[in-house]
């Protein structure tokens, strides 16, 4: 059995880089996937769906200085983990964890699709014209 996981948002902050008690770096980010639709009576509607995302090792280290609040970005990942909690209210909420193996920065103001960035050894940065200064 095989599943694969794509989301496509918006950074709902800025990525948040740490190590672990081994020294594995892992960087967390929370990623908004808007919906809207029209309802049956004509109405416009809009969901919003957040993601929380971990990406680990030298992925981690090198992509997390470009992954800033309001960024849009495409998500892979093969693991996706559902954790029930209760919110300060009580209530039954549920959040979806997602560990990413590429992510791809979009946009860019000129229209070009930044470096894909796939989890490996091998450091990756976004090519210097895609990045807006």
């Given amino acids: 059995m095989y599943q ?3 989301i496509v948002g918006n950074l709902g902050s800025d990525a948040e ?3 672990t008690g081994s020294g ?3 960087a967390n980010f ?3 996937v ?3 639709w029209t309802g049956n009576d004509g109405e416009q509607k809009e969901e919003t769906t957040w993601y929380r995302v971990a990406i680990w090792g030298k992925f981690a280290e090198s992509l997390t200085p470009y992954l800033t609040k309001g960024k849009a970005v495409l998500v892979e990942g093969t693991k996706l983990v559902a954790r029930a909690y209760a919110n300060k209210a009580g209530e039954a909420r549920t959040s979806l964890e997602l560990t990413a193996e590429t992510v ?3 946009g860019g103001g000129n229209g070009h699709q930044a470096q ?3 989890q490996d050894d091998k ?3 976004p090519d210097m014209d895609e990045i807006a200064f």
């Fill in 4 to 6: 694969k996981h794509v």
């Fill in 17 to 19: 880089m740490r190590y």
């Fill in 24 to 26: 594995q770096a892992v």
């Fill in 30 to 32: 929370s990623v908004a």
């Fill in 34 to 36: 808007n919906r809207k």
């Fill in 104 to 106: 791809r920065l979009l």
């Fill in 116 to 118: 894909d960035a796939e």
């Fill in 123 to 125: 450091p990756v940065a």
